[in-house]
């Protein structure tokens, strides 16, 4: 009888918490689909408004913008991190030019970022922050926005 409980101790409980976790599975985002379908946030760089889609649970920040094939002009994504610290990201799977803006919590720009699509080349904030907006690459110098300029938005306006 012993025998039979530790095999079914040790099979039975993986096999019943993958019976468990296979509902959740199936509404994970798609192998190679983009995310579209985030919550937005209006945010404002002086006089230009921006719509960015948030990025704030570990799985939406890990896809990001990846696998988008193009994003209107005045769109971008914020991505949302529990505390400040040194945030790094990558192009990995990402198919558009994207500048990132390392944003401290009162809505400063730290600095900004050019990152080349599909590569694994780190761009990292050069302070601790807790939050990092992608618009398409060149948005920001386009509008002479640097590094020291303020966002307005909720998030920032803590």
Not at 57 to 85: N, T, W
Request: glycine share 6%; hydrophobic share 45%.
């Amino acid at each position: 009888m012993t025998a039979l409980l530790r095999l079914l101790d040790r099979f039975a409980v993986p096999l019943l918490l993958a019976a468990a976790c296979a509902p959740v599975a199936a509404l994970a985002q798609p192998a190679g689909e983009p995310q579209k379908d985030l919550q937005r946030v209006h945010l404002s760089a002086g006089m230009y408004q921006i719509e960015a889609q948030v990025a704030a649970s570990p799985r939406q920040r890990e896809i990001g913008l990846m696998f988008r094939k193009d994003m209107p002009q005045q769109e971008g994504m914020l991505f949302v991190f529990e505390q400040a610290a040194v945030q790094c990201f990558w192009m990995k799977n990402t198919l558009l030019p994207l500048t990132a803006a390392f944003v401290a919590d009162d809505g400063r720009i730290v600095n900004l970022e050019d990152m080349q699509p599909q590569t694994t080349d780190n761009h990292c904030s050069t302070e601790p922050v807790r939050y990092v907006l992608e618009m398409n690459q060149g948005w920001f110098a386009r509008k002479n926005i640097k590094a020291g300029a303020k966002l307005g938005g909720t998030p920032f306006s803590r």
